[in-house]
């Protein structure tokens, strides 16, 4: 079953604008959690992570923190350029889960606009 | 290092044909992975493998076999494609199971 919920698009801001999207997993042990982002035409590459609660990820100006009590990790940024403009997977991974071990969120596009 | 690759990168079949998709790695890594990612629906896994010589089915394992070549080499067989199976097919690989996966650049498939 569906073991990542993440707010799906497009969501369409401003350049400059702050920028928030939701993430939430399912609470079935301790999973670490990553941000992937896909630029036009290209695979899926890391954005961040976070291995256990209240670790902050951060890389390129994005942020997430893992908040175990409210099972999310939600990926903020506090201004977005146009060149963030790219779909992203928010994915619980469950070390030993086999073929559940990863989900992937069914991605959010942001389009950033000038 | 090329990391991921995939081949090729474009593919039209018509149903009933079969062909592989080819995927590398020059990582060492030990896991690999092939997904498909259809509009809506995010990335699906096909099929995986912890290790060298090992492979277990995901979530959409139908119409589809993989055969773990050595420990770079991870390659999707589809034997009678059908018209569903289109879509865009990525390789992944990672250190060891669900650690950070890298990605391949895809291959788009479309079957008439």
Known sequence: GDSVTQMEGPVTLSEEAFLTINCTYTATGYPSLFWYVQYPGEGLQLLLKATKADDKGSNKGFEATYRKETTSFHLEKGSVQVSDSAVYFCAPSYSGGGADGLTFGKGTHLIIQP | ?112
Not at chain 2, 62 to 89: D, I
């Open chain 2, 1 to 112: 290092n090329a990391g991921v690759t995939q081949t090729p990168k474009f593919q039209v079949l018509k149903t009933g044909q079969s062909m592989t998709l080819q995927c590398a790695q020059d990582m060492n890594h030990n896991s690999m992975y092939w997904y498909r990612q259809d509009p809506g629906m995010g990335l699906r896994l096909i099929y995986y493998s912890a290790s060298e010589g090992t492979t277990d089915k995901g979530e959409v394992p139908n119409g589809y076999n993989v055969s773990r070549l050595n420990k770079r080499e991870f390659s999707l067989r589809l034997e009678s494609a059908a018209p569903s199976q289109t879509s865009v097919y990525f390789c992944a690989s990672s250190e060891s199971g669900w650690e950070t996966q890298y990605f391949g650049p895809g291959t788009r498939l479309l079957v008439l």
